[in-house]
């Protein structure tokens, strides 16, 4: 990010982003406008979820609410119970 910062002319003309990784989130969106409404970010933005048992996490880093497709996590759930494995909700 360091290198990235300072960059803040792209062609000749100044860019307004303090760093390349905006552009570059944006330059690879492939999200189509439908999809704009259920996928909230790119595949190169940054983390949501933080997975941990570690003692440091803290609840309020997962404080973004996820989406979830009820028919895909149904599945998923028949599948484990298929297989003997348990499912966190």
């Given at each position: 990010m360091a290198l990235s910062a300072a960059s803040p002319i792209f062609k000749g003309q100044l860019s307004g982003f303090d760093t390349k990784w905006s552009v570059i989130e944006q330059s690879v969106d492939c999200r189509?406008?439908?999809e704009l409404e259920s996928i909230p970010k790119s595949r190169?933005?940054?983390v949501n979820y933080y997975i941990s048992n570690s003692k440091l996490h803290k609840p309020e880093y997962n404080d973004v609410e996820s989406i979830l497709n009820k028919d895909v996590m149904d599945y998923c759930r028949e599948e484990a119970?298929?297989?003997g494995v348990e499912v966190d909700d």
């Open positions: 189509t406008p439908e190169y933005s940054s119970e298929k297989a």
